[in-house]
């Protein structure tokens, strides 16, 4: 609680002491933070604007880089894939050319073979080196060197997983170092298998091996560094690395670092590969320091020449003016109640005089004009009550004079008492807010009198909740909406009309809706009714128009009414207005709402 206080005491001497200062130690406090606060935003948003932009364009020319790099990966696997069929027709060629030959088939096959191993070394430069064994342990290889540890070769799990396979499929093999069917010991290799069957019986004939160097992969990556592409690694399916810029991790698991690095993965999905890239971060970001510094030399230069600015106007402006200023200020900002304290009798003193005695005649006339402007719609209120009374009043007296003439006295009697109801409620001593349940008793008693009228035409009902009854409406709030369904709506269709009425519960709301299938409304006319929802102007539909500027003028201006219709489908009109109970508990006892 001390501390608190002791705040307060400071917060209080501070801004006493900024409230004596001179104006112009005001304008150079103000300014400096004015200035401050932006180039830090400015410095913060162009780092982060600059890095982005990097980190985008980085990753643009590493997904267009990947997709070369690839792409020549393929060109590779289809080498391989297009030899290994090559081979297979040639050596059973070679097979065939043996078992028609009577002389020397052993030395012939040898050569025939070993032609079609240099043949497809030229013709397919990625292959390092071919090797095929026969299913006797003789080996046929584009290099001597293959022929190196030949026995554990046979005996490898490598070739009997290849005499396993069903041709023409390829069998790819991680890449290793081994020290049989290579020409370097030493040099990781990328190996391939092939089962090579006799084309017509199906026997095997032997395997076919191929070696791709991993050098020739990683001769497919991008040697430019000025590009700040990072460092490619390939991944098998393992997660193995078996090609990188990277020497060091060949053969090793990879492990991507995504909080140190900006990682792009591409695959290969032919054997399952994954080529992924990483960039350093700090790499991308190493021209962010340089271009907040120049930021930051420029705001300072600009804080300067501004405050030694501020220092400057602040001499020559008078404060009585400043001060008037602020309070023109503020009431442009909407704050009308805000007077000048000036009271000097100088041409500033006599200018803020003028000044709030302006103010001043301009509150006293919006005030009257608000209260005109409510006058008047309370006078288009009573004016609409005027017209409704006595018209509806002379067709009931009507409607119950035929009914007696033609000998329906029960049916006079309930026209005369639905008369009765209406105008009791209509009335209801003056008081223009109402139960709920009221106001629809005085819409029930008027649609009977209309349906008695038009029963060949009319028909209603009402659904509105027992528990809605007791909130509190605008008096004859429904009753225009009901009449301007039958009169625009109803009359003209032939027959078949209904209205219904219903309410229910919103939030904190009630929503109550009147609904007819009449002829509904054409869209030009039914913009045209709209017109009141946006500046209350529009001479159509008088009735309309009204309850809604009521609803408005007594709940505020988020409630009201609005208009949904479709020609020849019917009208909707839905009224929402807040939960309340402004009636005494005799005047809820007062009235029974029959529906």
């Known amino acids: 609680m001390q501390n608190g206080q002791v705040r307060k005491v400071m917060l209080t001497r501070l801004f006493t002491r900024y409230r004596n200062m001179l104006i112009r130690s005001k304008i150079t406090i103000v300014f400096i933070p004015i200035v401050v606060l932006p180039l830090f935003v400015v410095i913060y ?3 982060y604007v600059f890095t982005k932009s990097t980190i985008e364009k980085t990753k643009a020319n590493i997904a267009g880089e990947s997709s070369l790099i690839i792409s020549r990966i393929d060109s590779l696997y289809n080498s391989v894939e297009t030899s290994s069929r090559v081979l297979t027709v040639q050596i059973n060629s070679a097979y065939q050319e043996k078992a028609n030959s009577l002389e020397l088939p052993e030395v012939m096959l040898r050569n025939e073979i070993q032609t079609a191993l240099s043949f497809n070394l030229d013709a397919f430069k990625d292959i390092e080196s071919i090797a095929f064994i026969d299913t006797h342990g003789s080996i046929y290889a584009s290099n001597t060197k293959l022929g190196n540890n030949l026995n554990l070769a046979i005996k490898s799990e490598m070739v009997a ?48 091996v191929f070696n791709v160097r991993e050098d020739t992969i990683s001769s497919i990556f991008p040697k430019d560094e000025t590009l700040n592409t990072g460092v490619y690694t390939l991944v098998d399916n393992t997660g193995t690395i078996i090609s ?21 993965t591409t695959s290969f999905s032919q054997l399952g590969w994954e080529l992924i890239n990483q960039v350093p971060l700090r790499q991308l970001s190493k021209d962010k320091l340089q271009n907040s510094l120049i930021i930051l030399i420029v705001g300072l230069l600009c804080t300067l020449i501004a405050v030694f600015g501020a220092f400057f106007l602040s001499r020559l402006i008078a404060k009585p003016i400043v001060q008037l200023t602020h309070t023109a200020k503020r009431i442009r900002e909407g704050n009308l109640n805000t007077t000048s304290l000036i009271r000097t009798q100088d041409e500033v003193g006599i200018l803020a ?73 209509s009335l209801s001593k003056g008081k223009e807010i109402i139960p709920l349940k009221e106001e629809l008793q005085n819409t029930q008693a008027y649609l009977f009198i209309q349906k008695t009228r038009y029963s060949d035409i009319i028909d209603f009902s009402i659904d509105v909740g027992e528990e809605l009854g007791e909130y509190s409406i605008m008096k004859l709030t429904l009753q225009p909406l009901v009449e301007n ?5 109803l009359r003209t269709k032939n027959g078949g009309g209904k209205i219904e009425v219903s309410g229910y519960k919103q939030h904190n709301d009630i929503v109550l809706v009147v609904a007819d299938n009449g002829v509904g409304i054409p869209a030009e006319k039914l913009q045209e009714l709209q017109v009141w929802n946006k500046d209350g102007s529009g001479v159509h539909s008088f009735g309309l128009r009204s309850v809604n500027e009521r ?34 508990d005799h005047q809820r006892a007062g009235s029974q709402m029959t529906i």
């Open 45 to 47: 948003t162009s780092n």
């Open 161 to 208: 997983s290849i005499k396993k396979i069903i041709s023409p499929v390829r069998l790819w093999f991680p890449m290793e170092i081994r020290n049989f069917l290579v020409t370097d010991d030493k040099t990781p290799i990328l190996s391939v298998g092939n089962r090579i069957n006799n084309i017509d019986t199906g026997e095997l004939l032997g395997v076919l």
């Open 244 to 264: 990188s810029q990277n020497k060091a991790d060949l053969l090793q698991k990879s492990i991507a670092d995504k909080r140190r690095y900006l990682v792009s």
């Open 353 to 425: 005089s003028v000044f709030n005695e302006m103010m001043a005649q301009v509150k006293l006339l919006l005030e009257k004009v608000g209260q005109e402007q409510k006058k008047k719609r309370e006078y288009e209120f009573a004016l609409i009550q005027s017209q409704i009374k006595p018209h509806f009043f002379y067709n009931s007296l009507d409607l119950i004079y035929v009914q007696c003439e033609s000998g329906q006295a029960k049916e006079a009697a309930e026209t005369t008492m639905a008369l009765a109801d209406f105008y009791r409620v």
């Open 485 to 489: 369904s039958i009169y625009h709506g």
């Open 551 to 584: 609803i408005k003028l007594y709940y505020g201006e988020e409630y009201g009414i609005t208009i949904n219709s479709e020609k020849n489908a019917g009208t909707v009109i839905t009224i929402r207005i807040p939960q309340r109970r402004e009636v005494s």
